[in-house]
T-cell receptor, first 113, second 113 residues
C-alpha cells in the first residue's frame, strides 16, 4: 500500500528565509506526486505535480519540488518565504493503477516577520 | 474551465439530526469524485469515492453514506449525526488518475452539538 510521510509537523522560518518541506513516499514504482497548500478554513490548492520527465518541477507562488527516486522523496522548496506563505502544506501520492491519492499528515508553516 | 461547488460552508447540527452536504462539478464530464474529512490539526481521511453514477466506494465504515445521483453531483449524508462527525468536509474531483491534479472544493465546517 502506498504511504506518505511528512516528518515535520511544524516548521518556523523568518520572512525572506529559504524553505524546504520534506515528503517521503513508500511505493516501488514511480508514483504521481503532488503538493497542496491549505489556508485556514479553506480547501486545498494545488501547488505543483510530478508525473515523469524533469525531476525538478516548478509550481505556483514561486514553489518548486524535486523528485529523487533513490531517496523516495519529493521535497518542496522556496528560496524566499513571504508572510502570506504561512499555511498547511500537504504532500500526496497516487501509485500504480490507483486513482485515489494518499495524503501526508501535513506540515504547518509559521512565518516570523 | 472546470469549477467545483460545495455547500453549505458552515453547518451546526444537533446530535441525532440528519445531514446532507452537496458537491457539484462544472465544466467536465465523468469525473472521479471524492469526499474527505479533516479533523482539527490532522490530515485528510478519505471517506468515499465514485468513478461513475451510482458507483460509490467506502473507505471507512461509519455513520455516513454517499450518493451520486448525477454525473457531476456527489452528496454526503447521514441519518443521525454523532458528535464524532464534527469536522471539515472536503469534496474533490479528478480526471485521468489525477494527471491534472485533484481539485478541491472550499469545504464545509460541520459542528455537531
Amino acid at each position: 500500500a502506498q504511504s506518505v510521510t511528512q516528518p515535520d509537523i511544524h516548521i518556523t522560518v523568518s520572512e525572506g528565509a529559504s524553505l524546504e518541506l520534506r515528503c517521503n513516499y513508500s511505493y516501488g514504482a514511480t508514483p504521481y506526486l503532488f503538493w497542496y497548500v491549505q489556508s485556514p478554513g479553506q480547501g486545498l490548492q494545488l501547488l505543483l505535480k510530478y508525473f515523469s520527465g524533469d525531476t525538478l518541477v516548478q509550481g505556483i507562488k514561486g514553489f518548486e519540488a524535486e523528485f529523487k527516486r533513490s531517496q523516495s522523496s519529493f521535497n518542496l522548496r522556496k528560496p524566499s518565504v513571504h508572510w502570506s506563505d504561512a499555511a498547511e502544506y500537504f504532500c500526496a501520492v497516487v501509485s500504480g493503477g490507483s486513482y485515489i491519492p494518499t495524503f501526508g499528515r501535513g506540515t504547518s508553516l509559521i512565518v516570523h516577520p | 474551465s472546470q469549477t467545483i461547488h460545495q455547500w453549505p460552508a458552515t453547518l451546526v447540527q444537533p446530535v441525532g439530526s440528519p445531514l446532507s452536504l452537496e458537491c457539484t462539478v462544472e465544466g467536465t464530464s465523468n469525473p472521479n469524485l471524492y469526499w474527505y474529512r479533516q479533523a482539527a490539526g490532522r490530515g485528510l481521511q478519505l471517506l468515499f469515492y465514485s468513478v461513475g453514477i451510482g458507483q460509490i466506494s467506502s473507505e471507512v465504515p461509519q455513520n455516513l453514506s454517499a450518493s451520486r445521483p448525477q454525473d457531476r453531483q456527489f452528496i454526503l449524508s447521514s441519518k443521525k449525526l454523532l458528535l464524532s462527525d464534527s469536522g471539515f468536509y472536503l469534496c474533490a474531483w479528478s480526471r485521468d488518475r489525477g494527471r491534472y491534479g485533484y481539485t478541491f472544493g472550499s469545504g464545509t465546517r460541520l459542528t455537531v452539538v
